[in-house]
């Protein structure tokens, strides 16, 4: 419609972009410098400058072995917390819609843990299949909840429907951890959210799910751009609002998966993500969905790096770190919204 | 003349940093001084953010002015306990809530709640103040009725019963017909004038200049936080008024009891088509 | 004048005039004797002492079930100092000490949702929702690290720390009462940041100190005893005739802040006794129980259910939620060879009931 201002916007939007993009690689190399260990910036610096050179085995074990899977994870994991969140969203028309508030996240949370309980479910791939089969489970209730009250299904309300979904899942989740003491060993980290411990062989396993969701996405962009005017618009636009929703809640669902199987829930990174998208790119849904990406990689790994320095030598849980940031954000959307006065 | 049963003398009162939203219009009272006799009837007009509300809400003590006095039968209204003070003085707000299945019966009862104590529960005196609360307002019939189900006249008669059964001699409405259509605008105001005859003092806000010319004992017109005129609406409702309050060009007729009835000029020079008492209309 | 006696003569019968007895509610009596006039309800008694009869019922069987399980004449026996000594142990040490200690955070936990969904207006304004429990579990936390003691030892943290919250979700929100469910995000909100300073400040814990803290943390009555519950009990019997006299006030407080006022109401007055009462009273059962979810919420809507819409039923969801308390503490005793923490089922029954209440929740009731 504007096509007189398209290049304007557009090479604005890549300045953006470059930016950003400029930012993720900066916290990149942190991430790779800096640990909670005793391998300092220095050392770390000279093995990725020249690695062959390098024959200590310590060093070389914390590089590969820890941080670069750790790094790959946070980016991989924050790309898709960061892009479910905008789409989740835009499909629910509501600022703060996002896996972790509503209990999809808790939904694949529940998954994995019963594949581990039930079905010794260890390596990568199948705690994916579970983590796949919860939040879709998750997913459905909201949607349910969504639809169920329809018209008086607020942007608040469908936030406090997410509350019990995330209570009813939490509970499950504690009650199996509570009867299988292995399990609740094995995991008790990991439900906290965290990305310490991913090793490269489950990043290669997860990696494929989430790019196949992604491009999923990207091809549906169009289609809910004219799905956030309103069924009725997309309609007339020729598309099919019901098949649109059910596609877009499979890649929601593929990408929550895997971000919990890889890293255990992490709640509000989606929703500053899609903020962030939202400040930075208006209303125009492709590169929404380009900034929250790029900013859901940012954040998550700046804030990995923030848990592994904060007290050292322990780690604490990145999902914390997280809440830091999302809740100011929460309650500035909460009382900037006129939806909500 | 008998001694004024309220006395509004020179208050001012401004609260820019308004309380629920009322930010934007930040209405203001100033200096305004005011008197109604026991059984008065005096309605308050002007357009929208004049401060007329503003100015109910004061005399309700629910915001304290800045300067002046507002004396109550010659006592000054904060300097009375809460409880004296809703004893003597009943509100009936803009938009009133209720618990949702509330029956008309103890919608009606809570009003006593002034009058009650942890060991003076359920006296006498109250069950009479009901009864006459309800005969007073009609709503006798509707005692059992869920306060939901009845329609926007009955419902604001039962607020009316509930502010009577407070027993005062000083009745506050703020725009009770504003939710209404004509003939439970009638049935209400008919009932506040009956009211009035009783001897109640009644100070009521009316977005409706012509029903406010029609009922009131005394019309107050405020613009901008000022009383304009006030007095009997035969003396003091004039067209030179009616264009400095909403800045419509009107006609003023008479009728058949004599009364004033305003009546917008249809293509004035002022404005055209638009009505006097529209709530969209902002002078602000 | 202003306070004019009414006289009698006239509010004399005639035709039409409707009968005083009539204007109470269905069920009411009164009872005057010289100038003191009283009003009970039957109706409501006869639901409070059915609630009481439900809850005797419940301690039966929690007394009875377990991981052994007693007859009722093997407790009686127990109760009266007979039978074997072992089962003797069982009943008097364990299980009714950690009964009694249940039915005072359930209590606790009632009549604080009860007074808090009255101020709010809004039946989803629980302690638990609004944060309270991770503001007091916060405080108990950084009291720890201070060098306070156990988990146990600093109930008076919990205190602080849950009336802090609560009037910073006040601060945050604005108004209380007319924001519908910002108030509840806003909450919601805080509880996530709540939550995350307490994960992050765990880490800090010694490591023993560190696991009690996460058992206490999902909220459990296994070992708990008189001497426990006491702080808590002292503080229930001296703040439940203080939430009787508030919920009468709050009742006036449904008709709108403004007319509340026009009553005699002094509504910041009563925002300030009410979140201070109910702070209070979620801390002390925080300190006994660790931080359990949703028993503030069924409690008071459940108890809603019983009560007429003018209501603040303060004292039945008092008892209601001494009865979930035990109720959700024998399934978790029995549910599996393991026991599973109280916590954990409240959270599973309160899910669904939550989600529930959403979903059913007229419009209207959310006070926009």
């Known amino acids: 419609m504007s096509q007189a201002h398209r290049p304007a916007v557009s090479r604005r939007n890549w300045a953006s972009v470059a930016m950003l993009m400029l930012a993720l690689f900066g916290v990149v190399l942190t991430s790779m410098l800096v640990g909670s260990g005793q391998l300092d910036a220095a050392h770390s610096l000279s093995y990725l400058l020249s690695p062959a050179d390098n024959a200590d085995a310590y060093v070389n074990m914390v590089m590969t072995e820890l941080r670069l899977p750790r790094t790959l994870a946070g980016v991989i994991i924050g790309v898709a917390l960061g892009v479910a969140g905008s789409l989740l969203q835009n499909v629910t028309r509501n600022p703060l819609a996002e896996p972790g508030l509503l209990g999809i996240n808790a939904g694949a949370a529940l998954g994995v843990v019963i594949g581990i309980s039930f079905f010794h479910a260890s390596s990568s791939y199948s705690m994916l299949i579970w983590a796949i089969s919860g939040a879709l489970v998750g997913n459905g209730a909201v949607m349910l909840a969504a639809q169920v009250g329809a018209a008086s299904m607020t942007p608040l309300r469908l936030v406090l429907a997410g509350v019990a979904i995330n209570a009813a899942f939490q509970g499950f989740t504690s009650l199996l951890l509570h009867d299988h003491i292995a399990a609740f060993d094995q995991y008790r980290y990991w439900i906290l959210g965290s990305l310490s411990g991913i090793t490269m062989e489950a990043v290669g396993q997860i990696a494929p799910a989430v790019l196949a969701a992604l491009a999923l996405a990207a091809a549906l962009t169009r289609p809910l751009s004219a799905l956030t005017l309103g069924d009725d618009s997309a309609k007339a636009l020729g598309h099919n609002p019901n098949l649109i929703r059910a596609l877009l809640s499979l890649s929601i669902t593929l990408l929550s998966a895997a971000a919990v199987a890889l890293a255990g829930p992490i709640v509000l990174l989606g929703l500053i993500a899609a903020y962030i998208a939202r400040a930075l790119a208006g209303h125009h849904l492709r590169n929404q969905l380009l900034y929250s990406a790029v900013a859901g990689a940012f954040l998550l790994l700046s804030t990995d790096i923030l848990a592994r320095v904060i007290n050292r030598p322990f780690e604490a849980p990145v999902s914390a770190v997280v809440a830091f940031i999302g809740v100011p954000i929460i309650i500035r959307i909460v009382h900037s919204n006129r939806m909500f006065s | 003349m008998s001694e004024p049963r309220l006395a509004i003398q020179n208050v001012s009162l401004s609260y820019a940093n308004g309380r629920g939203g009322k930010t934007d219009a ?154 209404l259509d004509l003939g439970h605008q009638v049935e209400v105001l008919n009932l506040v004038r009956d009211l009035s005859a009783k001897g109640i003092t009644i100070m009521m806000v009316l977005h409706d200049l012509i029903a406010a010319a029609r009922y009131a004992d005394t019309l107050t017109a405020m613009r901008e936080g000022r009383v304009v ?43 055209s088509l638009s009505p006097s008492n529209s709530k969209e209309q902002s002078y602000v | 004048m202003s306070r004019m006696s009414p006289s009698v ?17 269905a069920g009411s009596r009164v009872v005057r004797i010289g100038s003191l006039s009283m009003t009970f309800n039957l109706h409501d008694l006869i639901s409070a002492l059915l609630i009481l009869l439900v809850i005797l019922l419940a301690v039966c069987a ?110 945050f929100s604005g108004r209380f009462g007319s924001n519908g469910y910002r108030i509840l995000v806003i909450g919601l909100g805080l509880t996530y940041l709540l939550r995350a300073m307490t994960e992050v400040l765990v880490t800090y814990l010694p490591l023993h100190e560190a696991s009690a803290m996460y058992t206490w943390s999902i909220g459990t009555l296994l070992g708990r005893d008189y001497a426990i519950a006491a702080p808590a009990f002292f503080g229930l019997c001296l703040l439940l005739p203080v939430a009787v006299v508030l919920a009468r006030q709050l009742t006036l407080l449904q ?33 006994v129980s660790g931080p359990i979810n949703f028993i503030a919420l069924m409690a008071p809507v459940t108890a809603s259910f019983l009560a007429r819409p003018d209501q603040t039923p303060v004292l039945r969801s008092t008892l209601l939620g001494a009865l979930f308390v035990i109720v959700a503490d024998t399934i978790g005793r029995i549910y599996s060879d393991v026991e599973t923490p109280m916590g954990v089922i409240a959270t599973m029954m309160g899910g669904p009931f939550l989600l529930a209440v959403i979903l059913f929740q007229p419009q209207s009731r959310q006070g926009n």
């Open chain 2, 26 to 179: 930040a209405p203001t009272v100033k200096e305004v001084s005011l008197q109604a006799r026991p059984g008065e009837l005096m309605i308050i007009v002007g357009p929208n953010g004049c401060g007329k509300s503003t100015l109910l809400r004061a005399v309700a003590r629910l915001h304290r002015p800045d300067s002046g006095r507002i004396l109550l039968e010659g006592e000054d209204v904060w300097s009375l306990s809460r409880k004296q003070a809703a004893t003597r003085l009943a509100l009936l707000p803009q938009t009133p809530t209720a618990p949702e299945g509330i029956r008309v019966a103890d919608l009606v009862r809570h009003g006593r709640h002034p009058h009650q104590g942890l060991f003076r529960q359920w006296t006498s005196a109250d069950e009479d103040a009901v009864r006459r609360a309800l005969l007073a307002t009609d709503t006798a019939d509707l005692m059992d009725a869920p306060l939901d189900h009845l329609s926007g006249g009955q419902r604001q008669r039962c607020w009316l019963a509930m502010a009577l059964a407070q027993e005062t001699n000083l009745l506050l409405l703020d725009e009770p017909i504003s939710m």
């Open chain 2, 229 to 271: 005129a006030s007095g009997p609406p035969r003396e003091i409702l004039t067209r030179d008024m009616v264009r400095e309050l909403y800045n419509v060009d009107a006609h003023i007729l008479s009728d058949p009891d004599g009364n004033p009835v305003v009546t917008p000029a249809v293509g004035g020079a002022l404005s």
């Open chain 3, 9 to 25: 003569e006239q509010a004399a019968p005639s035709l039409g005039l409707p009968d005083a007895a009539s204007f109470l509610p």
């Open chain 3, 62 to 171: 929690s007394l009875m079930l377990g991981s052994t399980h007693l007859s009722l004449s093997q407790v009686w026996q127990a109760i009266l100092g007979e039978g074997s000594p072992a089962h003797q142990l069982l009943t008097m040490q364990i299980r009714l000490p950690r009964i009694a200690a249940g039915l005072v955070v359930g209590a606790c936990l009632g009549a604080a949702g009860c007074l808090l969904q009255g101020l709010a207006r809004n039946r989803l304004a629980t302690p638990d929702i609004l944060g309270v429990h991770q503001g007091a579990t916060l405080a108990v936390v950084i009291a720890m690290l201070a060098g306070a003691g156990s988990v146990l030892d600093t109930w008076w943290a919990a205190i602080i720390g849950a009336s802090a919250t609560l009037l910073g979700v006040l601060a």
């Open chain 3, 255 to 287: 008709f709108g802040e403004d007319t509340a006022a026009s009553l005699g109401l002094n509504p910041e007055r009563l925002k300030i006794a009410v979140v201070l009462t109910v702070a209070v009273l979620t801390a002390l059962s925080v300190t």
